[in-house]
Nanobody, 123 residues
Framework: QLQLVESGGGLVQPGGSLRLSCAGTGDSLADYYIVWFRQAPGKEREGVSC????????YYNHFAKGRFIISRDHAKNTVYLQMISLKPEDTATYYC????????????????WGQGTQVTVFS
């Protein structure tokens, strides 16, 4: 059974960088779309980025374009979210999820979710 564990969150100053990891166990992540979401206190959950099954493409929400990069390491069965030029509004709990189908963040079939990792951006 597929399980996902996020890591890499922490406290960073505005303009800083973090790399989040989504590690899979029990199944290969190569067979799934892997999707990053985030949720800040008092706000709705919002999609951040997606990498397709088979690495055919990537997708980013508007606020992530040019600052975030999603990638896979097949040997480690891990998906990464590299974040640069972080802003206070990036503060949120970040979650990864595995989907068998993905059209948009709001139109996807999710199989498994991780528990999240906290990202806090402030001076």
């Amino acid at each position: 059974q597929l399980q996902l564990v996020e890591s890499g969150g922490g406290l960073v100053q505005p303009g800083g960088s973090l790399r989040l990891s989504c590690a899979g166990t029990g199944d290969s992540l190569a067979d799934y779309y892997i999707v990053w979401f985030r949720q800040a206190p008092g706000k709705e959950r919002e999609g951040v980025s997606c990498i397709s099954s088979g690495d055919r493409g990537t997708y980013y929400n508007h606020f992530a374009k040019g600052r975030f990069i999603i990638s896979r390491d097949h040997a480690k069965n891990t998906v990464y979210l590299q974040m640069i030029s972080l802003k206070p509004e990036d503060t949120a709990t970040y979650y990864c999820a595995a989907a068998t189908r993905f059209l948009t963040f709001d139109d996807a079939d999710f199989k498994t979710w991780g528990q999240g990792t906290q990202v806090t951006v402030f001076s």
